[in-house]
């Protein structure tokens, strides 16, 4: 099984910060990657998608890049509703579709 | 619009059963593999099982395989996970997801989840 190791797992910033999160995969996934965004009591919402393609819909500030075992999401200036978690989760072959453990990201 | 409803969650004893179902509508399913996600409550995400199109192609979560079984009726639009010899780890909300087109394990639309917990 593909291992997904992402990191920080809590992450304290501000209103305006740059932030990015890193997801590295235990051998290569291409970029068959995707970041997902859940907010308390909810379901996740797909961000980003094959590692840098953005899903409609999804505030520009909001970029993805990255292949073969190594992978970043950059918000470009934090806004209020951004603080929630992160997950990537990588797709490259039928099962299992792994996610990496997540990201707090919280308010300083 | 997408949408999918999960329901049939509950209080089940350890070995016992459940069966999942979800809803959708919105969009074609019968075009679009569909997943089971589950999350423990403040964990994190992890992939549970997924099945084709046509119902003929299914995967599954190491953990869940022989216990578990995904299916589908596509005359019903419904997505369905029957859960047997359940165990105290397999506690967590079940999420519902529909697969992109071409694009098997990646999952762009989310039911809002049902609860299943196994405790005596």
């Known amino acids: 099984d593909i291992q997904m190791t992402q990191s920080p797992s809590t992450l304290s910033a501000s209103v305006g910060d740059r932030v990015t999160i890193t997801c590295r995969a235990s051998?290569?996934?291409?970029?068959?990657l995707a970041w997902y965004q859940q907010k308390p009591g909810k379901a996740p919402k797909l961000l980003i998608y094959e590692a840098s393609r953005l899903e409609s819909g999804v505030p520009s500030r909001f970029s993805g890049s990255g292949s073969g075992t190594e992978f970043t999401l950059t918000i470009s200036s934090l806004q209020p509703d951004d603080f929630a978690a992160y997950y990537c989760?990588?797709?490259?072959?039928?099962?299992?579709?792994?996610f990496g453990q997540g990201t707090k990201l919280e308010i300083k | 619009e997408v949408q999918l409803v999960e329901s049939g969650g509950g209080l089940v004893q350890p070995g016992g059963s459940l069966r999942l179902s979800c809803a959708a509508s919105g969009f074609i399913f019968s075009k679009h593999w569909m997943s089971w996600v589950r999350q423990v409550p403040g964990k994190g995400l992890e992939w549970v099982a997924n099945i084709r199109e046509d119902g003929n192609e299914e995967y599954y979560l190491d953990s869940v395989r022989g216990r578990f079984t995904i299916s589908r009726d596509n005359a019903k639009n419904s997505l369905y996970l029957q859960m047997n010899s359940l165990r105290a780890e397999d506690r967590a909300v079940y999420y519902c997801?529909?697969?992109?087109?071409?694009?098997?394990?990646?999952?762009?639309?989310w039911g809002q989840g049902t609860l299943v917990t196994v405790s005596s």
């Open positions: 989760q990588q797709y490259n072959n039928h099962s299992p579709y792994t």
């Open positions: 997801a529909r697969d992109r087109a071409y694009n098997y394990g990646l999952s762009d639309y």
């Open positions: 051998q290569s996934i291409n970029r068959w």
